[in-house]
């Protein structure tokens, strides 16, 4: 080839890379003896910016909990939460949700995926809450699934749930680590882990779950954000569909879906046990707020129940009424 052919061929390549980056693509040009190459990077990852309820994330780019969830349907929801006979009457409200939730939407929590899968993930997450805070039975009014966030806190604990084996967050004289919050936490060692999640000292003040509802909320959410374990997902990543189940996960029947949510939260204490009434509760939940919100159940999803399911963490002998899996 000539040198004046391949002068030209060298210019073009730097105007047409040139206009490139002016397009938002980062260019990088590998020039040898006698080839060019035109490698082109994908630009930065776009973020958005919603006030103060999301901003600065991808996930921000999304609709955000308030633009599919409004005071009337949270309303809907948790009908009878403050009815005389509810155990947290005036705790619960919208508002502490939503500022809650602004501390995790940024992460993906409700805001990721289409419409649909974020309206999915705040039945799925509030089935949770709503199963866990119940005080519904059979022939309630309003049957038993209008009766999510009737508590706040374990009525009748008969522990204080420390156990001072686990070093990093001993349990502090006087606190008690009984069940409180929307999904309850139990035992000193999850208060120290969710308390560095939110960045609050439940360690030495477990008893600020029962008096804060926004603070309840964000540990509820934390724990929903947050694997156990490192090679684990948390459940807002097998719900919306982040995980790749192993072939050992394929195995043990563990796959992505709202089964999976109950296996990590819950262990074996609901997993793997067949069609119990515990875990058939929690999936009623999800069902209920499902059809509430419009979306209705048969947008479930798939694997909705983990009564095969091999527990992704099997308790030990002592473990056997700790309610939680410890963040360890």
């Not at 993930?121 to 999510?148: D, I, M, N, Q």
């Not at 879906?257 to 997993?271: Q, R, V």
Request: net charge neutral; glycine share 10%; aromatic share 12%.
């Amino acid at each position: 080839m000539k040198r004046k052919t391949r002068n030209k061929i060298i210019l073009w390549a730097v105007v047409l890379t040139t206009a490139a980056v002016l397009v938002g693509g980062t260019v990088a040009l590998v020039l040898t003896a006698g080839t060019w190459k035109a490698k082109i990077k994908k630009s930065h990852e776009k973020i958005c910016n919603k006030g103060w309820e999301c901003s600065g994330s991808k996930y921000c780019c999304n609709d955000t909990i308030t633009d599919f969830f409004q005071v009337y349907q949270f309303e809907n929801l948790f009908a009878k939460r403050n009815t005389p006979v509810a155990h947290a009457v005036g705790f619960w409200d919208y508002q502490a949700f939503i500022t809650a939730a602004a501390m995790f939407e940024p992460q993906g929590f409700c805001t990721t995926g289409g419409k649909l899968m974020q309206m999915m993930e705040l039945c799925a997450f509030l089935g949770h809450v709503g199963a866990k805070t119940s005080c519904g039975y059979g022939v309630a009014t309003g049957g038993p699934t209008a009766w999510g966030l009737c508590y706040n806190h374990e009525m009748s604990p008969d522990q204080i749930y420390c156990d001072d084996t686990y070093t990093q967050y001993p349990c502090v004289d006087g606190a008690e680590y009984y069940g409180r919050g929307a999904i309850p936490v139990y035992w000193n060692y999850n208060y120290g882990a969710a308390g560095d999640g939110i960045k609050v000292d439940l360690l030495h003040h477990p008893e600020y779950l029962e008096q804060n509802a926004t603070l309840a909320f964000m540990a509820a959410m934390w724990r929903w954000m947050t694997p156990i374990k490192k090679d684990q997902p948390s459940a807002h990543d097998a719900f919306v569909g982040n995980w790749k189940p192993t072939k050992n996960d394929t195995l043990s029947k563990r796959l992505p879906g709202f089964g999976a949510t109950m296996n990590i939260l819950y262990g074996d204490s609901i997993c793997g046990k067949g069609y119990i009434d515990q875990m058939n509760v929690i999936i009623s939940h999800y069902q209920y707020y499902l059809d509430l919100m419009g979306v209705t159940r048969d947008h479930s999803g798939d694997n909705r129940d983990c009564a095969e399911q091999a527990p992704f963490n099997p308790s030990k002998p002592k473990d056997d009424q700790q309610q939680q899996q410890s963040g360890r």
